[in-house]
Every structure is written in structure tokens, then in C-alpha cells.
């Protein structure tokens, strides 16, 4: 399990619905009010090197990838 897919081993355990209730008890990630990780990236889920700035709210790494589709153009 990481962070990124915490529904992941849903399609696993599907088969097994007692066992599936229990791991969802047992290992769900906790509701929060705030911090970092309920901003994730849009485009990955990434939780860190996150960039809010212009409401873009990707990560550092997906920014590289859409910068120039977004307008962005790199000097120097
Ligand atoms: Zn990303």
C-alpha cells in the first residue's frame, strides 16, 4: 500500500468481502481536517513538492512534464 493508491488491494481482496470490510477497518487512512496530504497532485496524487502557485496544484514532477502546455516558458 502507499500513499499514492490506498484502493489498490481493493481489487484483490473483491474476491474475499469479509476480509475486505476488515482491511478497510483495520488500515484506512485517517479523515484529517488539514495538512499536506489533502493537497495532492492532480494529475499523479503526489503528496509532496506540491505546487499550489496560480492554482496550478500539481507536483514538481508533472510540472516539469506540462509546464509548456500550460504557457510556461523557460528563461536562461
Ligand atoms: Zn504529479
Known sequence: MS???YDKVFKQLSVKPPK???YKKHN????RSCGRSLKRCRRC??????IGKY???VCRQCFRDIAVDLGFKKYG
Open 3 to 5: 500513499y499514492s493508491n
Open 20 to 22: 475486505l470490510q476488515k
Open 28 to 31: 484506512a487512512p485517517k479523515a
Open 45 to 50: 496524487g503526489r503528496i509532496r513538492a506540491h
Open 55 to 57: 492554482a496550478i496544484h
